[in-house]
């Protein structure tokens, strides 16, 4: 897509937003209006993504951002890592992938917190747990127990990307912190239409994701 550059829609002591608007191009012939909220309070940051669809026709659509996490470990080897995720979707050479797997049995089962090791990650998770109230947390903990970093994400992601960092091309900076991408559909969804989003002309998705850290 085209995007016409980023610009501070709206800024607080506490918040700020930024908007702009993709146009359309071959293979993708829908404008549509971006913006991301930040907000900083008590519970930590709040993300809030918005998408409207500007065009005449309906549009498939998919969100997703790219923060990475840390607990205050050197590497993210030392971590404890809690991912309650059923599924993990495998992948073929050009990281397009070829189907979800059951996460029983395998090196990607972290529904029971446990150190994240020399485990190597670049897989998309599905079958998200939700807890009470709808949101689905991934959390890090210092294997000391002296802070824990949580992401989480409300019911418009249903899917999370994990990257543990070792295909970085600067070596200092693999496995420093861990990739937790929050997304609303799988990688190649444009080409599959899996988990795809379609707005009609003039509607708007809106979802919302955050992340807090509880020092000790």
């Not at 359309?24 to 309070?41: A, F, K, N, T």
């Not at 029971?112 to 599905?126: L, N, S």
């Not at 824990?148 to 091309?169: C, K, M, N, R």
């Amino acid at each position: 897509m085209r995007w016409l550059g980023w610009s501070v829609a709206d800024r607080s002591a506490d918040s700020a937003t930024l908007s702009c608007v993709s146009w359309p191009q071959q293979g993708y012939p829908w404008p549509l209006e971006v913006s991301v909220r930040y907000r900083l309070g008590d519970p930590g940051l709040t993300v809030e993504q918005s998408i409207t669809n500007r065009g005449d026709s309906p549009a498939p659509v998919a969100a997703g951002a790219h923060p990475y996490l840390t607990a205050g470990t050197e590497t993210i080897d030392e971590a404890l890592l809690h991912l309650d995720a059923g599924t993990w979707l495998d992948t073929g050479d050009q990281q397009i992938p070829t189907g979800p797997r059951a996460v029983d049995g395998t090196p990607y089962d972290f529904r029971t917190p446990r150190p994240i090791g020399t485990t190597q990650i670049d897989y998309t998770f599905t079958q998200l747990r939700r807890d009470a109230d709808g949101r689905f947390r991934v959390r890090m903990q210092h294997l000391s127990g002296d802070r824990t970093v949580e992401l989480w994400v409300d019911t418009g992601y249903d899917y999370v990307e994990v990257f543990t960092g070792d295909a970085l091309p600067d070596p200092g900076r693999r496995r420093r912190s861990l990739g937790v991408e929050p997304m609303t559909a799988p990688p190649n969804a444009l080409a599959s239409g899996t988990g795809l989003t379609v707005l009609e002309p003039g509607e708007t998705w809106t979802g919302r994701w955050g992340v807090r850290a509880d020092p000790s």
